[in-house]
């Protein structure tokens, strides 16, 4: 049976226009974080995981992915959040043959977020005329799951971490997952969603990948200067606790954002907690 690898492209920061938002208090940019796509392959056939968000975005992933002359028999989305699957259109242009897949909770998510294919308004607001068509194409993914070469890639139902009906993906002969946003590695993390009990809920996604036993953890969203190291579990799992002390004893924006910026001086993008602290406080 062939052995199978894995690689990852990170699509930069984009920026983000920031009209509708309040301006980040330091003075610094609004921006969207870096963003991992994966491609596992064997000696003929691949799947990529998480396309992107822009259009620019998805033809470099496309570009990049043509590069390891394999067969992309399947496009696998781990979450309904735009910016991990807006770019499947320009994508698919690409590999045309490519069937695109989530599960089935997920694939409604989709549907329930992009009605009828119109990209959701905050994405369109946040990066106007950068986002492609948008249909949502995916299936629930099949009873007996995927492959590549005979060998096996096992999705998870991860319930909420950053939204609604999260997974991730295990690659068994690799020992490694492919989070989405279960893991984050060293980027600030997205919490607007967190609500009363999203917090508890990401940390029980968070044991559900370090149950799987992985050696190795791609990030939905991660430092691409880093490796992809299973520490970065616990590393998540520390930035919530630390969230949620933040968020229970904060009266402002302000507050939380300055708590969580010095807690994690080295985590790119502070803009998303920043963000994070405009969905909480109104003021």
Do not use: C
């Amino acid at each position: 049976m062939t052995s199978l690898a894995y690689a990852v492209h990170v699509s930069p920061m984009q920026p983000l226009a920031s009209a509708a938002l309040p301006p980040r208090p330091d003075g610094g940019p609004m921006l969207w974080s870096p963003l991992s796509t994966t491609l596992v392959y064997g000696s003929h056939e691949a799947i990529l995981v998480d396309p992107g968000l822009t259009a620019e975005q998805g033809a470099a992933v496309a570009k990049w992915a043509a590069g390891f002359n394999r067969t992309i028999t399947g496009i696998y989305v781990t979450h309904a959040h735009g910016d991990h699957w807006y770019a499947t259109a320009p994508v698919r242009e690409q590999f045309p043959d490519a069937q695109v897949w989530a599960t089935a909770e997920t694939v409604a998510e989709m549907e329930r977020t992009t009605p009828g294919g119109q990209p959701n308004p905050f994405w369109t607001a946040a990066f106007p005329g950068l986002i492609g068509d948008t249909p949502v194409i995916a299936e629930a993914v099949p009873e007996d799951g995927l492959e590549i070469d005979g060998q096996s890639l096992v999705p998870h139902a991860a319930g909420h971490t950053d939204t609604e009906h999260t997974t991730f993906l295990h690659v068994p002969s690799l020992d490694l997952v492919i989070s989405g946003d279960v893991i984050y590695n060293q980027v600030h993390q997205y919490l607007s969603e967190a609500g009363e009990h999203g917090i508890d809920s990401w940390l029980h996604a968070i044991d559900a990948v370090a149950a799987v036993g992985p050696t190795t953890v791609v990030a939905g969203h991660k430092n691409p200067d880093r490796g992809d190291p299973a520490s970065i579990i616990g590393d998540t799992r520390d930035y919530l606790h630390a969230a949620a002390e933040a968020l229970a004893v904060a009266t402002s924006r302000m507050e939380y954002f300055e708590t969580m910026v010095r807690r994690f001086p080295a985590w790119l993008n502070p803009g998303i907690a920043w963000l994070t602290a405009v969905g909480r406080w109104s003021e």
